[in-house]
């Protein structure tokens, strides 16, 4: 009798040592894991100008379209397309099923830049962003982005390695716009270095 007592307790306590799986199942678990896993390499790449970004994404035919005609491709560019300058970033939720989800991020904002390195400052504000998942041949992929949530000292390091290929015989050969797309690059890093 004794040994079934110890038996019993000892199934109680593993049995409460188990992993409880979300409600609709066992089997949604791994979806949901996959899906975050892909949410925190897209944030984490986003967040420090990492080109990875654009291999945890996918795009729908109407956006490739507008990029390829306004931006050409790889679809970003840290320096010259409009992002938002953030302190930091926290995934809130993500859900998944078969083949589509969503992640809740929120993000300290600091400022905006409307594209060719000019910038805005904002007060600090948090801001909610809802990205949209897609799963396809079994990997997630954020589906149409919102623009990029970039750090500050991910743009500072950007702007700086830029200007440091700009040497005395670049200038020589410089054209006036390039000479102007320099001035706005050391405009830029003078802002962020300042936030």
Avoid at 49 to 75: C, F, M, N
Avoid at 99 to 115: C, H, K, Q, V, Y
Avoid at 156 to 172: G, H, I, P, R
Avoid at 177 to 191: A, D, H, N, S, T
Wanted: some cysteine.
């Amino acid at each position: 009798m004794r040994h079934r007592l110890t038996l019993a307790a000892v199934l109680i306590g593993v049995t409460q040592a188990l992993p409880v799986w979300p409600q609709a199942g066992a089997g949604t678990y791994p979806l949901e894991a996959q899906a975050r896993k892909v949410v925190e390499s897209y944030c984490e790449a986003d967040f420090r100008a990492l080109p990875i970004r654009d291999s945890v994404t996918t795009y729908s035919s109407a956006v490739k379209r507008a990029h390829q005609e306004d931006w050409g491709w790889p679809l970003i560019d840290w320096m010259w397309d409009p992002l938002t300058v953030v302190a930091a970033y926290r995934i809130r939720d993500v859900t998944a099923n078969d083949s589509t989800g969503s992640a809740t991020i929120e993000f300290d904002e600091l400022a905006l830049s409307p594209g060719h390195g000019r910038f805005v400052g904002l007060p600090r504000r948090m801001s909610r962003v809802t990205l949209t998942l897609k799963r396809s041949r079994g990997e997630w992929r954020v589906f149409d982005p919102p623009e990029p949530r970039v750090s500050r000292n991910a743009l500072v390091e950007t702007y700086a390695e830029q200007l440091a290929q700009c040497d005395e015989s670049w200038f020589k050969e410089a054209s006036v716009p390039q000479v102007v797309g320099y001035q706005r690059i050391v405009e830029g890093l003078k802002f962020l270095k300042g936030l």
